[in-house]
């Protein structure tokens, strides 16, 4: 199986809408053929925040890279830092704010529940 090198810092980011962040996607079909995966990188700034949607079939890894932030679990407000990372089983989420000084940086899979 070929491997394939993925300059993560030469991929142009996406600025979303409201106070989301910046979102570049590194692992998906077109740069790699990935098939069962979305690896996305997500910065915040200060005042922004990313809020991991519902999705029932799929699982998700958030990694906080860079930074510190405070991430949201139901009602439960958690402060992280470089190396912190949240699962999220099929049907669950989460949300993640900037909590001050450089700007966050997050790995975000996405992987699709499969049945076998």
Known sequence: MPTTHIATNRIPRKKLNGDRGEVAEIVNQALCGAQNVLGMLRWLKDGEHFAAELLEDTHQLLYLMEGKGVITL??????????AGVYLGPGETASIR???????????????????
């Open 98 to 116: 900037h909590a001050g000084g450089s700007a966050l940086k997050l790995l975000h899979l996405v992987v699709p529940k499969v049945d076998g």
């Open 74 to 83: 139901g009602d439960d407000n958690v402060e992280v830092s470089r190396g």
